[in-house]
């Protein structure tokens, strides 16, 4: 019987061949706290000339999304030809909170607002990704202000921009490229502005999802196929970002991640605040780790999960979802003990009293740094509109920067040797091991890890 040659993939080769922007390090900015950014962004807009994006999962109605769109507003007034839209994800503006009255929306808010201001325009989109928000939603991340991108996980509320005593902790980056700007708004307005499911929030009525089922059908068709358009203008010898877009299966950010992981010759970093990985990336972990490379993960606390409820307080289902991350995660560290035991496979968890944890993000051998708000999970590898920004520093022009922000990040984390340190779920409250065990019982248990 003939023996099939054994060939080898070349992941090398296809971060070589993406097309990529030259970026000037001076240009390249990252704050490392919340509320910082939220003043940096303040200040950008109100610096604004010509154009206003920002797209965000959602721009919540309170303090910070009303002082958002106060200083839109004010800029709008004051300089009447500036271009801003918003867009934010459909589903999530038309719905109040959990327990809310479901008259109390973002949506609603945005009406009332435009009232206020009858002659100022600034249109606020919502995209509808899929039919259903369990399906897919609006997950893409950038704001962009005239040539700057400002990029992060973060949507706009009190938590998300630390206008209060509570913050929700992310990354917060600052690149000014004007072809990079150009990209992300000319994306906009080929592939989202043409389409009819587009409809804007700040209106009296919206039409209901049974009447645009078609419109949104078509859209998510057309994304699937869409990317970044742009004129390359960098080598692999130089400092680079590239911006790249994914909705599907086997969408283009999805490959990027898989090849970045693959090209790891010392060590790769991770950080995703909830811990599902899809199948693919467990496997591309574990070779990597027989392979001597190094591995850390940084993940958020089960207490430091926005879905957490501290068993002092009403419970509700959702509340199950930090423990179901936890079960995953001990099971992964018990399955790779012994690459913790050699130092090789490093876990951290990240917690600060009772703040949240929302980073994402991919570091490699300081050479590669992916900035995204893809979560690592099959939901974000599936369902939801994605994006990032790869950067590629061969010369490591952006290194102290991005160790900045790393080593940032690791001060509020606590290295995990050993998965007994990870509580087992027999130890949970009550109601949670009740939740766990129906679930397990009628196997819905992995319904629910496809779509987290």
């Known amino acids: 019987m003939m023996r099939i040659p054994f060939i080898k993939y070349n992941h090398q080769k296809h971060l070589d061949e993406l097309a990529k922007i030259q970026q000037d390090a001076r240009q390249y900015y990252i704050c490392v706290n919340p509320k910082a950014y939220r003043l940096a962004l303040i200040e950008s807009i109100k610096k604004a000339q010509h154009r206003i994006y920002i797209v965000a999962l959602y721009l919540e109605q309170d303090e910070a999304g009303q002082e958002i769109l106060n200083e ?4 709008k007034q004051q300089r009447p030809n500036l271009d801003i839209k918003i867009f934010v994800d459909w589903h999530r503006a038309q719905r109040g909170r959990i327990g809310e009255d479901k008259a109390h929306t973002n949506a609603n808010y945005y009406y009332q607002l435009k009232q206020q201001h009858p002659d100022i325009d600034i249109p606020i989109y919502g995209v509808p990704v899929n039919r259903r928000e369990i399906l897919g939603v609006l997950h893409l991340k950038g704001f962009i202000i005239d040539d700057t991108v400002i990029y992060s996980g973060a949507s706009i509320n009190n938590v998300y921009l630390h206008k209060r005593e509570k913050y929700r902790y992310d990354r917060y980056h600052f690149i000014t490229n004007p072809l990079l700007a150009d990209s992300m708004v000319q994306f906009i307005l080929d592939h989202f502005l043409p389409y009819q499911a587009l409809q804007l929030l700040n209106t009296g009525t919206h039409k209901t999802r049974k009447q645009i089922k078609s419109e949104i059908k078509t859209l998510r068709q057309h994304l699937m196929d869409a990317s970044y358009q742009y004129n390359a203008n960098a080598d692999n010898q130089t400092l680079s970002v590239s911006p790249i877009m994914g909705l599907g299966r086997n969408n283009a950010l999805n490959k990027i991640i898989h090849h970045l992981i693959n090209v790891t010759e010392q060590q790769i970093t991770f950080c995703t605040p909830y811990f599902n990985l899809p199948s693919i990336l467990v496997r591309d972990i574990i070779r990597l780790l027989r392979k001597g490379r190094q591995v ?23 509340g199950g979802l930090p423990y179901l991350y936890e079960i995953n995660l001990r099971s992964f560290i018990e399955r790779l003990q012994p690459f913790i035991d050699k130092e090789q496979l490093i876990i951290r968890l990240w917690k600060d009293e009772n703040q949240t944890y929302h980073l994402k993000g991919i570091w490699v051998d300081n050479k590669w740094v992916l900035i995204t708000g893809n979560n690592l999970n099959p939901r974000a590898w599936r369902l939801d509109l994605e994006n990032g920004i790869l950067i590629h520093d061969p010369k490591q022009e952006l290194r102290d920067k991005f160790n900045q922000e790393l080593n940032t990040i690791r001060q509020k984390t606590t290295l995990v040797t ?11 409250p009550s109601q949670v091991h009740k939740l766990i065990k129906r679930l397990s019982r009628i196997k819905v248990d992995r319904i629910i890890k496809r779509l987290l």
């Open 296 to 318: 850390e993960l940084i993940i958020g606390d089960k207490e430091a999960n926005d879905f957490y409820i501290p068993p002092d307080k009403p419970f509700n289902i959702s």
């Open 72 to 75: 839109l507003y004010q800029i």
């Open 418 to 428: 050993h998965f007994q340190q990870i509580q087992a779920s027999q130890f949970y």
